[in-house]
């Protein structure tokens, strides 16, 4: 997968997500951050595998926080993801928070409480291989 097709991929969850809140993104806060594969041993590949960490923020109240966080859990485990944390607890910081993760594609997506007027959505990708490039070995 290319850099670009890798941002598009993430940022189709993140607006998902957006939309399941019924939460407006700041197209301010949009940030695509690549990151080097490491390997088992510590080995950096120079094939161009890479991470990516993608997050935005939408803009949402506080009173809609817990329900909207519900909803983006229930369509994350609608759509075949796992669900790795939950919580609505609002003696805790965030209070509000859901981590799942594809079995399949091995993505992991994230909404929590972010300041007093948003969520935080993140998604990171698996290390992604660009297409065309031959996957260099290890020893």
Known sequence: MTKEEAEEWAAHWTESMARTAQADIDPESVRARYIDCVGANDEVAGDGR????????ADL???RRAEAVRAIRDTLEENGLE???FRADPSVTPANAVDAWHPKDHQSVT???NGDSQLLLTVDTPCLL???VE???FD
């Open 111 to 113: 909404a929590e409480d």
């Open 61 to 63: 109240e506080s009173e």
């Open 50 to 57: 890479f991470y990516l960490m993608y997050s935005a923020r």
């Open 135 to 137: 996957q260099q070995p």
């Open 130 to 132: 660009p297409p065309g």
């Open 83 to 85: 669900i790795r944390g």
